[in-house]
């Protein structure tokens, strides 16, 4: 099993700034890729930013220029560096990753989801 820990979170004033952590642990080869999702009540869990394990990076067009995708593959985690936040990234932020066994078998995984509210 795979398990994916998220932290970070919180409450931020309008231009602020926060982070957002995601570890993995468990029965892992390797990770292809990691990113963070993020839903507001009653939408869809839509991409924010996705890492390959080769640094490739891509954004959603509402968060490029504001946020930062980063990964440390030695300890398995995800970051996302968020700023100039505005009240439109309000939402629950999850994180997920492609994870290969040493199975050699790929699954995704999800990370608990964290509260992200931006007050105006």
């Known amino acids: 099993q795979v398990q994916l820990v998220v932290s970070g979170g919180g409450l931020v004033q309008a231009g602020g700034s926060l982070r957002l952590s995601c570890a993995a642990s468990?029965?892992?080869?390797?990770?292809?890729?990691m990113g963070w999702y993020r839903q507001t009540p009653g939408s869809l869990r839509d991409l924010v930013a996705r890492?390959?394990?080769?640094?490739?990076?891509n954004y959603a067009d509402s968060v490029n220029g504001r946020f930062t995708i980063s990964r440390d593959n030695a300890k398995n985690t995800v970051y996302l560096h968020m700023n100039s936040l505005i009240s439109e990234d309000t939402a629950v932020y999850f994180c997920?990753?492609?994870?290969?066994?040493?199975?050699?078998?790929?699954?995704?995984?999800w990370g608990q989801g964290t509260q992200v509210t931006v007050s105006s």
């Open positions: 997920h990753a492609v994870v290969t066994t040493p199975g050699r078998r790929d699954f995704g995984y």
């Open positions: 890492i390959t394990d080769d640094g490739s990076t």
């Open positions: 468990g029965s892992i080869f390797s990770i292809s890729a």
